[in-house]
Structure formats: structure tokens, C-alpha cells
């Protein structure tokens, strides 16, 4: 087989990009401290349309070259808010009907997979500090959580995967 180049993927210009519609879905990030899986999650995030990433806390900002060294540009067509606080953007997207989903290994979480959003519905996945996970501030704050399934000898996912799955669950039950 012989590998795709750059013009056989029809990729869209960036002003291209940024006038096409966006999934009803934005990633909030609580404290991320990794610039480098900031970059993935923005990267992830323009591949499957999010509408934008609110950046809260010590969550680093672009411009940065340690975010473009994984998010490869996507840091400028990826709209993109930085808020005090995760507090904070979550009263912001309540304000604009967001259904807020922690994404948190907590007793009640959702299963992913068991997680069936209404394509009408708008949704904000919060995902957490690489260590510490969701702040349990936010988590109380938000309106379900959901939980990726796991079943090897780990209990967690590295934040920019975790993250990367639950976008790719919501593209396919929102687009």
C-alpha cells in the first residue's frame, strides 16, 4: 500500500477550517500542567471539530513552543478560552445551556460506551491534573461524569488519551 500524501488528505486551509460547523462540544482542561499534552488535546480537538478548549487554572496557553511541538498549528485553529478558574468556565457554559460532563473515575460515574448524548444537546468534557485528576470542586459542580472503562493493571489513562476517547465518543454520537 502506498501512504497518503499531504494532497491526497484534501486538508482544509485554516480559514477553511475555521468557517466549517463545530460539534455542539467544547474540552475544558482543569489544570493541566503538561504543555505537552495540552498540544495533543488541541490537536485531537481539530480533528474532530470541538468547538473550542477553555484553558483553566495553571493550564498553560498558546502562544508556546512547547504546545505546538504536539499540537502541530492546532493551537491556532482551535478557538480557545483561558479562565481563573475551572469554576469559572463552567458557570460560563451553564450560562450557554452546556450539559457538563466530568470525566472521572467517581462512585455514579456513566460508563462511556453506556453514555448516550441527544444530538440536540450541547456538552462540555472537563478533563483533570495529570496526578490528581478533576478537582473535586468541579466534579461536584458538574451534571454526570463519566468513566472510561479499564481493564489492565492501571487505574488511570494518560490525560491527552482519556481525553482523545471521550472526544472521539462524542463525535461520533454528536456529528
Excluded at 500500500?1 to 485554516?14: A, F, N, S
Excluded at 502541530?72 to 463552567?90: C, K, M, N, R, Y
Excluded at 450541547?122 to 472503562?149: F, K, M, S, T, W
Aim: proline share 6%; charged share 20%.
Amino acid at each position: 500500500m502506498e501512504k497518503k500524501t499531504i494532497w491526497d488528505l484534501g486538508r482544509d486551509t485554516l480559514a477553511e477550517y475555521r468557517a466549517r460547523p463545530k460539534l455542539p462540544l467544547v474540552v475544558v482542561l482543569d489544570n493541566v500542567r503538561s504543555l505537552n499534552n495540552i498540544g495533543s488535546i488541541f490537536r485531537t480537538s481539530d480533528a474532530f471539530l470541538v468547538n473550542r478548549i477553555m484553558l483553566c487554572g495553571i493550564t498553560a496557553t498558546p502562544p508556546s513552543p512547547e504546545i505546538h511541538k504536539t499540537a502541530l498549528g492546532a493551537e491556532d485553529s482551535v478557538a480557545w478560552q483561558h479562565f481563573p478558574t475551572t469554576l469559572q468556565a463552567i458557570e460560563s457554559l451553564r450560562a450557554d445551556g452546556y450539559t457538563i460532563c466530568a470525566l472521572e473515575q467517581v462512585k455514579g460515574s456513566i460508563s462511556l460506551p453506556d453514555f448516550h448524548p441527544d444530538p440536540a444537546g450541547r456538552y462540555a468534557i472537563i478533563a483533570g491534573h495529570e496526578v490528581n485528576g478533576v478537582d473535586p470542586q468541579v466534579v461536584n459542580a458538574a451534571d454526570l461524569c463519566l468513566e472510561i472503562p479499564q481493564f489492565g493493571t492501571k487505574h488511570s489513562l494518560n490525560v491527552s488519551v482519556s481525553t482523545g476517547i471521550a472526544i472521539w465518543h462524542l463525535f461520533n454520537a454528536l456529528r
